[in-house]
């Protein structure tokens, strides 16, 4: 009991040495400790103001300009919805007139997607790694357009890759089953047929009620039967 005792009253004396050691610390560093939480709050302070007296009146400039730019790229007119049409800006300029607005974010997205439909593909490329995907189904759209321009450039099997990584990305009803479609059939341009049963298969296991899901058997038998062969 004795020891018990003597055990507590030992870390009842560490917890007070610690704190009075902490306590001299601050004494002696006290000047140094409050510039420090003095720049902390500044640049808090600095980062807020920033994002509200900055970055929120660019966003509300971005967002009317791109709403006309949209209504191009809406009705596939894809060079005023690229260049503009001399009173509202397109994508590009978005891009570099409102830099760190969500605006020229998703405006790297259409300038990907209008490049695509121009039959740029390094162009269309470049565009859509820029943007930043944060949307669950234009996130993937983004990523499969990609395959799509890869396929375009005669690289299917970069194109198979970016359409695997499009049905796992942020996997939903829509996206997932139409990019493992597409891998599918890229795989059999390539013979690898049991990678296209793969991707089959799971649309029939997992997303049978979707647009893929109700037409996907007929790929399903012929990569299984083409795959018992190789």
Known sequence: MAKKKDRTEDNILAVEEALSKTEVF??????????????????VLAFFGFKRLYIAPKEAEAQSQM????KYFEKDSVNLALFGDGNYLGFLDIIDDYKMTKSANLSKY???????????????????????KKD???????????????????DPDKAAGYYMKAANDRTNEFTTPLFLMKAGITYEQMGEWDKAL???????????K?????GVVKYLIRA???ASQG
């Open 26 to 43: 601050i004494e002696k560093n006290q000047k140094i400790l409050t510039i420090i939480i003095g720049a902390i709050i500044v640049v």
């Open 67 to 70: 709403f006309m730019a949209e």
């Open 110 to 132: 259409y300038a990907g997607i209008c490049y695509l439909k121009l039959g740029n593909w390094e162009e269309a490329i470049s565009y859509l790694k820029k943007f930043k």
């Open 136 to 154: 669950e189904m234009v996130s993937a759209m983004a990523i499969g357009a990609i395959g799509d321009a890869y396929m375009e450039m005669s």
């Open 198 to 208: 793969k991707a089959y298969e799971r649309i029939k296991n997992e997303y049978d």
């Open 210 to 214: 979707s647009f893929e899901g109700r």
């Open 224 to 226: 299984k039967e083409l």
